[in-house]
């Protein structure tokens, strides 16, 4: 019986098992040794998580044989920060070893995130030359910071580097490293593939970050996350004239340096269509982007609690009409008339809304239903988190609501069943539904709802809400049940 199925067809049918451990992958493993063989031979994408002890590079080494077509592959610790911290003081090595092991069993690699610990520039090296088709890398480096390896990768498109301070132990091995002169930031005048970048903990005082800014002319995407600074004295005017060409920007956690990223984008950067602002950000600094801004923003997505008001959103009003996406988040200083205004300035473009904890849609009554009748070609809502929201405000807001596709109302304690029924009745257009943490929502309203929708395709709901009946028609129907 086993052999009457080639094996091709076997690894085909493998790849449509569900990337995360199931019950499904584990009894296809228990079949038979030809069956586990060709399991890991249809798999391309492996996610590790480690304890960081020698003992571990040789079992990752016999792991990784195991899967020789891996072409994406994470590699994270399992333990916790301090006995990362101090496993890697007292062999700084370890990291080293293991990006080794990963490069000589993975040459198929095309995505590869690295996030166990530092590592250095010698064993960059040798990962460029092993896996000379990497698209995509994420690795974190220790102080002092070198980015001219990054010209060793001649398909990066996609690069992620989360910044830390060495220790006694890491600064002498990378010493020992520049001795070799591996390790300078040397005026080499190249042009990189990179397409997006996302950099973290970026100081003011890091060198070398100047030249990758003068590197990437290709650049259109950029993440900034908890930076100070974007590097030493040299590194601004390389940096104006990277961000020329920038389509999509976010920065979180990022206050020091916000308003000069934002002036500059207002000033130099015509082609960015997407920004995101979390956790950081003078009033007039936001205000002074959106008034002088000349590109025509297509996504706003801001997280300002104490920073955002209505006078910003008057002035988005106003500069940015064609928007099709706004996300807002824990809004504290937004008022119900605001959004109001933006309702009515955006009535015709705006696809996509979410209000996440914002207290202004418990507060203000008639809000939503405002909002309904003036944005009703939203194809997206995302209301999470809002725990005072009742039924009769959601509903208002739902019945003017027809083309949602979809609705995310994860976290809303106020919501009864009532709602989740309405929403079969109001918005038959929906494929994806998230119900998540909706206490007040019972079993058979979940049931009459999925039962109701025809065009539904994944639903996100607590287990213990699932009946039979919905499992089986979920299962008939090709419906993914996310708990």
């Known amino acids: 019986m086993e052999n009457m199925l080639c094996d091709e067809l076997l690894q085909e049918i493998f790849t449509k098992l569900p990337t995360t451990p199931s019950s499904s992958s584990l009894s296809v493993c228990l079949v038979s040794k030809r069956w586990l063989n060709l399991y890991r031979a249809s798999k391309t994408s492996l996610s590790l998580r480690i304890i960081p002890d020698n003992s ?74 092993a896996c000379n088709h990497l698209t995509s890398l994420t690795v974190s480096l220790s102080r002092p910071l070198y980015f001219n390896w990054v010209a060793s990768f001649s398909c990066l498109k996609e690069l992620s580097v989360y910044a830390c301070d060495a220790d006694e132990v890491e600064n002498e091995v990378f010493r020992r490293y520049g001795e070799t002169g591996l390790c300078s930031n040397e005026e080499i005048d190249t042009v990189l593939g990179l397409e997006s970048l996302c950099l973290s903990g970026i100081r003011s005082e890091d060198t070398g970050v100047g030249w990758l800014w003068r590197s990437c002319k290709r650049l259109k995407k950029l993440q900034l996350k908890s930076c100070s600074g974007i590097g030493d004295g040299g590194s601004f005017a390389n940096f104006v004239k990277c961000s020329q060409g920038l389509e999509e920007v976010k920065l979180r956690t990022c206050r020091s340096i916000v308003d000069v990223v934002l002036l500059n984008l207002a000033e130099n950067c015509d082609s960015l269509n997407s920004l995101l602002v979390y956790d950081g950000c003078s009033r007039e600094g936001l205000l002074q982007f959106i008034s002088h801004c000349r590109c025509n923003l297509q996504k706003l997505d801001l997280r300002l609690p104490l920073d955002l008001n209505n006078v910003h959103l008057s002035a988005v009003a106003v500069k940015f009409r064609g928007l099709s996406v706004l996300r807002l988040q824990s809004c504290c200083l937004v008022s119900g008339d605001g959004l109001k205004a933006l309702g009515v300035a955006m009535s015709s473009g705006l696809e996509e809304l979410a209000l996440i904890n914002c207290d202004v849609v418990d507060r203000e009554p008639g809000l939503l239903a405002s909002l309904g009748q003036n944005l009703k070609q939203l194809r997206k809502l995302d209301l999470s988190y809002n725990e005072m929201l009742l039924d009769k405000e959601f509903m208002a807001m739902l019945v003017s609501c027809n083309y949602l596709t979809e609705l995310k109302l994860r976290g809303c304690k106020g919501l009864t069943s009532m709602a989740v029924v309405s929403m079969s009745k109001s918005c038959k257009r929906l494929q994806t539904v998230d119900i998540m943490h909706c206490c007040r929502v019972g079993a058979e309203a979940v049931e009459l709802f999925v039962l109701n929708s025809p065009q539904l395709r994944r639903v996100e709901v607590d287990e213990n809400k699932l009946s039979d009946v919905v499992r089986t028609w979920a299962s008939q129907k090709f419906i993914e049940v996310v708990v």
């Open 56 to 129: 571990m590079v040789f079992s990752v080494s016999s792991l990784l044989s195991n899967y020789p077509f891996v072409s994406s592959l994470s590699v994270a610790l399992s333990s916790s920060e301090s006995t990362a911290t101090t496993s890697s003081r007292s062999n700084p090595s370890f990291f080293d070893r293991l990006l080794f092991v990963v490069s000589s069993s993975c040459s198929n690699l095309k995505h590869l995130r690295f996030s166990a610990g530092p590592v250095s520039v010698s064993s960059l090296l040798s990962l460029s030359e």
